[in-house]
């Protein structure tokens, strides 16, 4: 899977999971600053990926990652393996 597909898929996520517009959803979003992500939400994006994606990831490595396109480098890591 290419990281563009990756990135076209986080963003379905977290619109869904965030009830954000894709257009406020740039790599350089940082899902508690710009995206007013909260904790729970923060736990859900997680698990919503790991269902999203068909993975499972190291769920406190995960909630270290803060924005777009950390989350697409950190996935592509698991979808590439």
Known sequence: ???KEIEQRIVKVVCNVLSVE???VKP???FVFDLGAE???????????EEEF??????????AVET???AADFI???VNK
């Open 22 to 24: 894709p257009d406020l």
């Open 54 to 63: 068909d993975i499972e990831m190291d769920g406190e490595a995960a909630l």
């Open 1 to 3: 899977m290419d990281k």
């Open 68 to 70: 777009v396109g950390g």
């Open 76 to 78: 592509e890591k698991y």
């Open 39 to 49: 904790s729970t939400q923060s736990v859900q994006l997680v698990a919503a990926f």
């Open 28 to 30: 350089d979003s940082n």
